[in-house]
T-cell receptor
Framework: QKEVEQDPGPLSVPEGAIVSLNCTYS??????FMWYRQYSRKGPELLMY????GNKEDGRFTAQVDKSSKYISLFIRDSQPSDSATYLC????????????FGKGTTLSVSS | SQTIHQWPATLVQPVGSPLSLECTVE??????LYWYRQAAGRGLQLLFY??????ISSEVPQNLSASRPQDRQFILSSKKLLLSDSGFYLC???????????FGPGTRLTVL
């Protein structure tokens, strides 16, 4: 079983839709969880960063972590064509200096 | 805030030729630095990371090497490129005490 699983998509939605992106993981030691957005031919950009379980909201984006289920989600409300990108989840255990473990990314396309 | 520069942005090289990719960082001191390769359908592969000048850890045995001659400079090299070295190379940094990573714009390498 891979440490982090992420459905690659592609996921296609109309403008204004609510988008749900998800990752599952197997290592219960993961404590830090991140979502990155990557536009085509660009470097990943940090979108959301959460520690342990719970929700975090930033504008149209909400990140959820359910450590009991080893499941994290990113919700995008009122999706826009500019949200079309690949979304990567990443996570890390508590130890300092440990590298991030990334999902392979989900490609999202929002049509106008 | 910190800025990551990568040079060159794109590169086309013949098989067997040498490689040198440069990453420089501004706006921070003593960061952890990382080299990743992103190939289509394979996600982000961690190649090397460095916690300080002259300190390099290799994650994947291959014909690539890395060096950190200065605190804010990270170099990825190869003596002889293989076709399989083609990909999108990303430099990333992690601030001291932080968990999240920030990525540079990337270098797209094509080996022919």
């Amino acid at each position: 079983q891979k440490e982090v699983e992420q459905d690659p998509g592609p996921l296609s939605v109309p403008e204004g839709a609510i988008v749900s992106l998800n990752c599952t993981y197997s290592n219960s030691a993961f404590q830090y969880f991140m979502w990155y957005r990557q536009y085509s031919r660009k470097g990943p950009e940090l979108l959301m960063y959460t520690y342990s379980s719970g929700n975090k909201e930033d504008g149209r984006f909400t990140a959820q972590v359910d450590k009991s289920s080893k499941y994290i989600s990113l919700f995008i409300r009122d999706s826009q064509p500019s949200d079309s990108a690949t979304y990567l989840c990443a996570m890390s255990p508590n130890q300092a200096g440990t590298a991030l473990i990334f999902g392979k990314g989900t490609t999202l396309s929002v049509s106008s | 805030s910190q800025t990551i520069h990568q040079w060159p942005a794109t590169l086309v090289q013949p098989v067997g030729s040498p490689l040198s990719l440069e990453c420089t960082v501004e706006g921070t001191s003593n960061p952890n630095l990382y080299w990743y390769r992103q190939a289509a359908g394979r996600g982000l592969q961690l190649l090397f990371y460095s916690v300080g000048i002259g300190q390099i850890s290799s994650e994947v045995p291959q014909n690539l090497s890395a060096s950190r001659p200065q605190d804010r400079q990270f170099i990825l090299s190869s003596k002889k490129l293989l076709l399989s070295d083609s990909g999108f190379y990303l430099c990333a940094l992690r601030l001291a005490g932080g968990r999240e990573q920030f990525f540079g714009p990337g270098t797209r390498l094509t080996v022919l």
